[in-house]
């Protein structure tokens, strides 16, 4: 705490994605809506695969808590750069700055590792179909989603623990939209060389290795497949095809940015878009046009509400009919 209290910045400047006025105001608009979609499309999904029976599979488990992150991911920055589109000065509290820089990696984390859970479903479920109820249960799905919030959080409070005691002490212009780890070290008025390597190797491990555990899993379904029926392997491959799309767009920036952080390139602020905002949007884009049991389970549920809204509509139409 004192560290914190003896270092001089109690704010930092964003410097946002633009400083051309119209160009703002069309992000504003153009964000909005984006934002909008990301949280009303993730919440069908949520809605679809809680209440729909036929959907109580692990796969759709582990794609509700997705969309669940998804939300939490497009929630922690976006709605300040929204909002700063159109304010003149984008400042952000010192612990503001600290908060961001703790839910983007909760939740990236977070997300990476529930993406490894969903790789390992359909390893299972492709390479060891036969036992697939047996180690697929409830427990697992639970215990999955359990680990990949302790991976986030271990993962989060670790790059904190060498951000925290920097001293900051005069320059607080952050070229981005929100707290970029990297970025913000760069500010500190002690030499970071150090930190900026632990937080490279702490980013590093993390982003490397569940990404090469993912590719490794497609690899070794995609062989499988391969020597099974050409009906199996288009199936399989529709929906792998839309877990690797996913894996790529939000790995790439992610690797770019925090393997490479000691020289950061302008294009970085609009590659952190991917995973704070293009990421989130997949998910629904993805598994709502491509895949056919939740279009059919969209349907029942918009059939579902459009009788009950009839129904509820009723007594009005009653009540004016008396009066
Ligand atoms: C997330 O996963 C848990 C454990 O499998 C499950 O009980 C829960 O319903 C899931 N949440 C959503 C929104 O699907």
Same mark, same amino acid.
């Given at each position: ?85 159109? +304010? ?5 509290? $010192? &612990?503001?700055?600290? !908060?961001? @820089?703790?839910?983007?990696? /909760? #939740?990236? =984390? ?119 029926? +050409? ?5 399989? $491959? &529709?929906?792998?095809? !839309?877990? @690797?799309?996913?894996?790529? /767009? #939000?790995? =790439? ?71």
């Amino acid at each position: 705490m004192d560290k914190v209290n003896s270092s001089v910045v109690s704010e930092f400047v964003l410097l946002g994605l633009s400083s051309s006025q119209e160009l703002q105001l069309f992000f504003f608009v153009f964000f909005s809506v984006l934002y909008m979609v990301i949280v009303l499309g993730n919440l069908l999904i949520i809605l679809t695969v809680t209440s729909d029976s036929s959907l109580h599979s692990p796969m759709y488990f582990l794609l509700g808590n997705l969309s669940f992150v998804d939300i939490c991911q497009a929630s922690f920055a976006t709605p300040k750069m929204i909002a700063d589109f159109l +304010s003149e000065h984008k400042t952000i509290s $010192f &612990s503001g700055c600290i !908060a961001q @820089i703790f839910f983007i990696h /909760l #939740f990236t =984390g977070g997300e990476m590792m529930l993406l490894v859970s969903m790789a390992y479903d359909r390893y299972v479920a492709i390479c060891k179909p036969l036992h697939y109820v047996i180690i697929m249960r409830r427990r697992t799905c639970t215990v999955l989603v359990m680990i990949s919030w302790a991976v986030g959080l271990v993962h989060t409070l670790s790059q904190l623990s060498f951000t925290v005691n920097l001293p900051f002490c005069g320059p607080n212009v952050v070229d981005s939209f929100f707290c970029d780890l990297p970025r913000v070290t760069k500010l500190a008025c002690l030499d970071s060389y150090i930190t900026e390597i632990l937080i490279v190797v702490n980013s590093g491990i993390l982003s490397l290795s569940t990404f090469s555990l993912l590719v490794s899993s497609y690899i070794i379904i995609l062989i499988t497949v391969w020597f099974k029926s +050409s009906a199996a392997m288009a199936k399989a $491959f &529709s929906t792998l095809a !839309a877990h @690797i799309t996913v894996v790529i /767009l #939000f790995f =790439g920036p992610c690797i770019f940015i925090y393997v490479w952080p000691f020289t950061s390139y302008p294009v970085d602020k609009v590659l952190a878009i991917f995973y704070t905002i293009f990421t989130p949007i997949l998910n629904p884009i993805i598994y709502t046009l491509r895949n056919r049991d939740m279009k059919i389970a969209f349907r029942k549920i918009m059939i579902h509400y459009s009788r009950a809204k009839k129904i509820s509509e009723r007594p009005v139409i009653v009540r004016n009919s008396v009066y």
